[in-house]
């Protein structure tokens, strides 16, 4: 009881939606305490003070991540987006390397595999993936929760079947990091943006990478992946970071600075306790479609629920102050931890008649 107590007085003390926000597959809402440490960081900008803060708050946020992740922060580097994090990872391999992906997995995951030209990029369902791992196969790639309907991927099988034939793994967290605990280490690679169920501001995203790096070269390395990165501002870097850091991008710093607080919250409250809240509203909810006559994506124990034929009331719920999303055709919704059950009543019943 007093656990569930304090994650309610932490969740009422950082969020204040004026709607019933039910999209944090898209974006998450920022906390108080984010919003705060981004005015901050803006005013000790416009003051002229040392950012000398903000780096810290790179670190500290690097940190946390890999908490989350469960690996050393030595493996963890920073960037702004999956793609780019994506395109480091399809460089490293050779021409005519076979890549096996979902269906329709989000974009970001696939597209700089494709734009290579010389990759054998072969896409089959979501659910047929382990399976469809075969000597030759070099690289498995798939995001742990799927963005369009939830659905969560068979991570232990894929790891076991990559393993089997000698393929390396790379997991997408986007759409699960924040409320579905990750375990980064059993995987070769793995990304994550931070705007979603880490409710970060954008442009921060994270990459984790082996300890001996994988095969990747940092082909966007700038000054900040210097071992020194002050040295390193004029010149070819001479000295390339010895952890992940050589994959790092410049950080945005206010970013970095909001995100910061972020991971704190998610910590404090605990990614079990988060994945428990928002698994019992999305059941609550999956329940209520049936009694309506609705049948979702099949996508068991995921926080987001996609119901096909209903992205067309995407329109018509924002005007009545419920925001969801449509996606391919289908009504997304996403329940995070500051949702509660009135929540999913609210769109129960707006979904009526």
């Given at each position: 009881m007093e656990t569930t107590q304090t994650f309610d007085r932490l969740v009422r003390a950082e969020f204040a939606p004026r709607s019933t926000y039910l999209n944090t597959a898209s974006?998450?809402?920022?906390p108080a305490r984010?919003?705060?440490?981004l005015h901050e960081a803006a005013v000790l900008r416009a003051e002229g003070r040392p950012l000398t803060p903000l780096h810290e708050d790179v670190e500290a946020c690097r940190a946390a991540y890999a908490r989350l992740a469960g690996v050393p922060a030595a493996r963890v580097a920073v960037g702004a987006s999956v793609a780019a994090h994506t395109g480091v990872i399809a460089a490293s391999l050779p021409a005519g390397a076979e890549v096996l992906t979902a269906e329709d997995d989000f974009t970001s995951v696939l597209n700089p595999?494709?734009?290579?030209?010389?990759?054998?990029?072969?896409?089959?369902?979501?659910?047929?993936?382990?399976?469809?791992?075969?000597p030759g196969t070099a690289l498995v790639a798939v995001s742990a929760a799927q963005s369009a309907d939830g659905r969560v991927a068979d991570l232990a099988a894929l790891r076991e079947a990559a393993r089997e034939h000698g393929a390396r793994t790379y997991v997408d967290f986007s759409?699960?990091?924040?409320?579905?605990?990750?375990?980064?280490?059993?995987?070769?690679?793995?990304?994550?943006?931070?705007?979603?169920?880490?409710?970060?501001?954008?442009?921060?995203?994270?990459?984790?990478?082996?300890?001996?790096?994988?095969?990747l070269t940092p082909v966007l390395?700038?000054?900040v992946a210097g071992e020194a990165p002050w040295d390193s501002c004029y010149g070819p870097v001479q000295e390339l970071a010895r952890s992940a850091r050589r994959f790092d991008l410049t950080p945005a710093l206010f970013t970095f600075a909001g995100l910061r607080r972020s991971l704190e919250l998610i910590e404090e409250l605990g990614v079990e306790a988060v994945h428990a809240h928002d698994v019992a509203l999305?059941?609550?909810?999956?329940?209520?479609?049936?009694?309506?006559?609705?049948?979702?994506?099949?996508?068991?124990?995921?926080a987001i629920v996609s119901v096909p034929g209903l992205g067309t009331r995407q329109r018509e719920l924002s005007r009545e102050g419920i925001e969801v999303s449509d996606r391919a055709g289908n009504l997304r919704a996403a329940f995070h931890l500051y949702n509660t059950t009135d929540d999913v009543d609210?769109?129960?019943?707006a979904l009526t008649g």
């Amino acid at each position: 009881m007093e656990t569930t107590q304090t994650f309610d007085r932490l969740v009422r003390a950082e969020f204040a939606p004026r709607s019933t926000y039910l999209n944090t597959a898209s974006n998450g809402l920022l906390p108080a305490r984010t919003v705060a440490a981004l005015h901050e960081a803006a005013v000790l900008r416009a003051e002229g003070r040392p950012l000398t803060p903000l780096h810290e708050d790179v670190e500290a946020c690097r940190a946390a991540y890999a908490r989350l992740a469960g690996v050393p922060a030595a493996r963890v580097a920073v960037g702004a987006s999956v793609a780019a994090h994506t395109g480091v990872i399809a460089a490293s391999l050779p021409a005519g390397a076979e890549v096996l992906t979902a269906e329709d997995d989000f974009t970001s995951v696939l597209n700089p595999f494709h734009v290579r030209g010389d990759l054998k990029v072969r896409a089959v369902p979501l659910e047929r993936i382990a399976e469809s791992v075969r000597p030759g196969t070099a690289l498995v790639a798939v995001s742990a929760a799927q963005s369009a309907d939830g659905r969560v991927a068979d991570l232990a099988a894929l790891r076991e079947a990559a393993r089997e034939h000698g393929a390396r793994t790379y997991v997408d967290f986007s759409q699960s990091a924040g409320w579905l605990p990750m375990a980064a280490d059993a995987f070769d690679f793995s990304a994550s943006v931070s705007f979603k169920w880490l409710l970060g501001p954008h442009g921060a995203a994270f990459l984790v990478v082996p300890e001996d790096f994988g095969g990747l070269t940092p082909v966007l390395a700038g000054w900040v992946a210097g071992e020194a990165p002050w040295d390193s501002c004029y010149g070819p870097v001479q000295e390339l970071a010895r952890s992940a850091r050589r994959f790092d991008l410049t950080p945005a710093l206010f970013t970095f600075a909001g995100l910061r607080r972020s991971l704190e919250l998610i910590e404090e409250l605990g990614v079990e306790a988060v994945h428990a809240h928002d698994v019992a509203l999305a059941d609550r909810f999956r329940a209520g479609l049936a009694d309506l006559g609705h049948m979702p994506v099949p996508a068991p124990g995921s926080a987001i629920v996609s119901v096909p034929g209903l992205g067309t009331r995407q329109r018509e719920l924002s005007r009545e102050g419920i925001e969801v999303s449509d996606r391919a055709g289908n009504l997304r919704a996403a329940f995070h931890l500051y949702n509660t059950t009135d929540d999913v009543d609210r769109l129960l019943g707006a979904l009526t008649g």
